[in-house]
């Protein structure tokens, strides 16, 4: 049953799998993986919302928020700067893997998108973030972003972001 979970998104990294082992089995890679999953001190249990970004985003940002730098975007350290702008924040609502998600209950995909930001993103969330709420995501899927050149709004978005960001 795990391949099947697993198989679509991170068929080819096997690190996920460590946390639904026995911390003893595998000490090391099961403390790397717990790093950015939710553990418990014995066999880990995915939460819905880690087995969503894993099934449904991971596959394409990283196990861990790490992606190729190509056109698919690195969370990891990074998805935080775009809320320091309400266009930031509605910009990660509105994207394509956002917006279109097969992810189809609002609050679920929330809680996806806070575990993005307030995991992934560390130290690039700023401090009293606000956590998005399921009618915030239900406004912003129905606006998706039409644009055919996402590389270039998603620079000028992060860099009006970015310039807002506490220092």
């Known amino acids: 049953m795990l391949h099947i979970l697993f198989r679509n998104a991170i068929s080819s990294r096997l690190l996920p799998l460590a946390c639904l082992l026995k911390k003893r089995a595998l000490t090391g890679l099961t403390a790397l993986v717990c790093g950015v999953f939710p553990c418990t ?90 956590p998005f709420t399921a009618a915030e995501i239900h406004t912003l899927r129905a606006q998706p972003i039409t644009t055919t050149n996402l590389l270039a709004l998603r620079a000028e978005v992060l860099s009006r972001a970015a310039a807002q960001c506490p220092r």
Do not use: W
Request: aromatic share 6%; with cysteine.
């Open 41 to 130: 001190s014995d066999a880990a249990l995915l939460d819905h919302a880690t087995t969503n970004y894993l099934t449904h985003c991971g596959g394409c940002h990283g196990i861990e928020g790490i992606s190729t730098r190509t056109f698919v975007p690195l969370l990891r350290d990074h998805v935080g700067t775009f809320t320091c702008s309400a266009e930031g924040r509605a910009y990660i609502g509105r994207v394509p893997g956002v917006s279109m998600s097969l992810i189809r209950d609002d609050q679920e995909l929330a809680d996806v998108m806070n575990f993005v930001l307030f995991r992934m993103g560390g130290k690039s969330t700023p401090a009293g973030t606000k």
